[in-house]
């Protein structure tokens, strides 16, 4: 279908539709082996091991087709909404709570929950409530070239600079297709526009449906194909939008994310070895389940 679509449209190639699904039925694969969730929850919970705001439940055993978890109580999302509709400052609190948990896990964790909905969220029921964070079938980790994308792009936004996150766009594009834009210019210009406005309207980069429309629209427009990470992170991060608000509707999402994203990208100019030495892991262990996935041998470590 997402080849039809290309077909039918010339400009739908551009969102790499067929790229999108191809990541999706990957993630789906994983998520007939149960062991895969379990991996994944045991990640999450070193990553947040340090955390007192974010709870994931601890694994008691899995097998391919079980998996065997802590029971944690809590409030649905609204339930919480409602238990706390006269305490408006206890809901910021545990808003920014959530937004914070999601931004280092896309930033600085590089392993990104990929199932975030109200339905797998809950808070826990006491004084000061944590985020419960379940179902872990779907994660997503980058590669080094495309997390250094991201926190290019998004930094540059919110750091008022549109034209060097267009340029790292394009560049990505150009890398992945050997296709150069038809109007290159053009499409830099829609982002810095973008970035001129949010510096009056301060309310604009708090919406965050508002940038991924607009780059979609130029990268169709001017014929930049976009990176399939790019956009399933852009859909999670729009869910994280519609959670935050339902808690917060005042919620500042990129002000939040801000230190975040400038504490990466200060690591990565500073070139630590540790960051370094994180990034070669994980390649690694991308490529050894991308073999494992296809249905070739394991590769030997």
């Known amino acids: 279908m997402a080849k039809v679509a290309d077909w039918m449209d010339e400009r739908v190639k551009w969102l790499n539709f067929p790229g999108m699904v191809e990541e999706f039925s990957e993630l789906l694969k994983d998520q007939l082996d149960l062991n895969n969730e379990a991996r994944n929850l045991q990640q999450f919970r070193k990553n947040f091991s340090g955390s007192s705001d974010v709870i994931f439940p601890s694994l008691i055993m899995s097998r391919s087709n079980v998996m065997i978890m802590e029971f944690v109580d809590g409030d649905t999302v609204w339930e919480f909404v409602e238990r706390y509709k006269d305490d408006a400052t206890l809901r910021n609190r545990v808003c920014d709570k959530g937004i914070t948990a999601v931004c280092q896990m896309i930033f600085e964790h590089n392993f990104v929950h990929g199932d975030v909905h109200p339905g797998n969220i809950l808070f826990s029921r006491e004084e000061d409530p944590k985020l419960v964070l379940l179902d872990t079938g779907i994660a997503k980790r980058f590669t080094r070239r495309d997390h250094k994308l991201l926190v290019d792009v998004l930094g540059g ?25 038809h109007n290159a210019s053009g499409f830099v210009k829609i982002l810095d526009d973008m970035c001129e406005k949010a510096k009056s309207d301060q309310s604009f980069f708090d919406s965050i449906g508002n940038y991924v429309t607009i780059i979609c629209d130029g990268a169709s427009k001017h014929k930049v194909m976009m990176n399939q990470g790019f956009v399933s992170i852009a859909l999670t991060t729009r869910v994280m939008e519609g959670v935050a608000l339902a808690l917060n509707p005042a919620a500042e999402i990129w002000r939040i994310a801000n230190k975040i994203v400038m504490k990466v990208k200060a690591e990565e100019m500073l070139g630590t070895a540790a960051s370094k030495k994180r990034f070669e892991d994980e390649d690694e262990e991308l490529r050894r389940n991308t073999f494992t996935r296809r249905g070739t041998k394991k590769v030997p470590p």
């Open 157 to 181: 936004f919110i750091q008022g600079d549109g034209a060097s996150a267009g340029r790292a766009i394009i560049a990505d594009s150009v890398n992945r297709t050997s296709i150069q834009s």
